[in-house]
């Protein structure tokens, strides 16, 4: 039950925590990965991989890029999930400022960089 804003705040971290989770296992299983063949893409322990996959966040910036990049998603599908489920970092993460979409008239700006607030 929850009786504060606190106990709101964790719930809602656990929510989106476990959403982060579906979208990266879903990706593996959309790749064909096993647990452990993703995990070793990564360069991370599968047990690592699979709280991940249960809910438990990355810490750090490049904990969440080597996820990327062993699953093969494009930066823009990334930085999507990542946007979709930011509240699971509980406000330590920093986003940078949407893109300009190809097509709509403006220069492409440079890559986003992805920041966790006190980590790397």
Same mark, same amino acid.
């Given at each position: ?30 790749? +064909?990965?096993?647990? !452990?063949? /993703?995990? $070793? &893409?990564?360069? =991370? ?9 249960? +809910?438990?966040?990355? !810490?750090? /910036?490049? $904990? &969440?890029?080597? =996820? ?17 489920? $930011? ?34």
């Amino acid at each position: 039950m929850i009786c504060n804003q606190h106990d709101l705040s964790l719930a809602s971290r656990q929510i989106w925590g476990r959403m982060f989770g579906l979208f990266i296992q879903k990706g593996r299983e959309k790749k +064909g990965y096993s647990v !452990e063949q /993703a995990a $070793r &893409l990564a360069c =991370m322990e599968p047990s690592a991989w699979v709280a991940c996959e249960d +809910g438990q966040v990355p !810490e750090t /910036a490049e $904990r &969440l890029r080597s =996820m990327a990049r062993a699953l093969e998603f494009s930066e823009v599908q990334f930085a999507n999930v990542i946007r979709l489920c $930011r509240d699971a970092w509980g406000g330590n993460l920093v986003l940078p400022p949407p893109r300009p979409v190809r097509g709509a008239g403006l220069n492409y700006s440079k890559p986003h960089t992805l920041t966790l607030r006190g980590r790397g």
